[in-house]
């Protein structure tokens, strides 16, 4: 529809998002942006009409980029500070109550018991 901002979302996914939007009768311009081929595949067979990209469109865009449970997706490093610096804390291949610290140089540090988890 002309006039109706274009919608990016970042992070389709197989367009769950993307079909609500437009099962409420969002009628502009929709763009599904996600990387992986086999999701966009899906997405594009689900959505016909939509957008189905591996990349950001080019700007300038006269619309919203929205992204629904990507950031939450992306790994990120934890990191703690110690007598011997800041360390990252892994997950180790161990029981799951150890974490496990590595120094700057990938170097496993210590491993200690992981904090008990908070009921409430
Ligand atoms: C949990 S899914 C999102 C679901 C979708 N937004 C929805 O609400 O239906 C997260 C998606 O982000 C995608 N993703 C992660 N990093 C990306 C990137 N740099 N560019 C595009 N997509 C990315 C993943 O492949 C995954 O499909």
Same mark, same amino acid.
């Given at each position: 529809m002309?006039?109706?901002p274009v919608v990016v979302e970042a992070g389709a996914g197989?367009?769950?998002l993307a079909a609500a939007v437009r099962a409420a009768g969002y009628p502009g311009r929709y763009v599904c942006v996600e990387r992986s081929a086999?999701?966009?595949a899906a997405a594009a067979e689900r959505l016909p009409g939509v957008e189905v990209v591996a990349d950001l469109p080019p700007g300038p865009l006269d619309g919203v980029v929205? #992204?629904?449970e990507l950031l939450d997706n992306l790994p990120f490093v934890l990191l703690e500070r110690e007598a011997e610096g800041w360390?990252?804390?892994r997950v180790g291949p161990g029981p799951a109550e150890?974490?496990?610290l590595?120094?700057?140089q990938g170097e496993r540090i210590h491993v200690r018991a992981?904090? #008990?988890r908070s009921s409430g």
């Open positions: 002309a006039g109706a197989r367009g769950t086999t999701l966009r929205v #992204a629904n360390l990252e804390v150890v974490l496990t590595y120094g700057p992981r904090p #008990a």
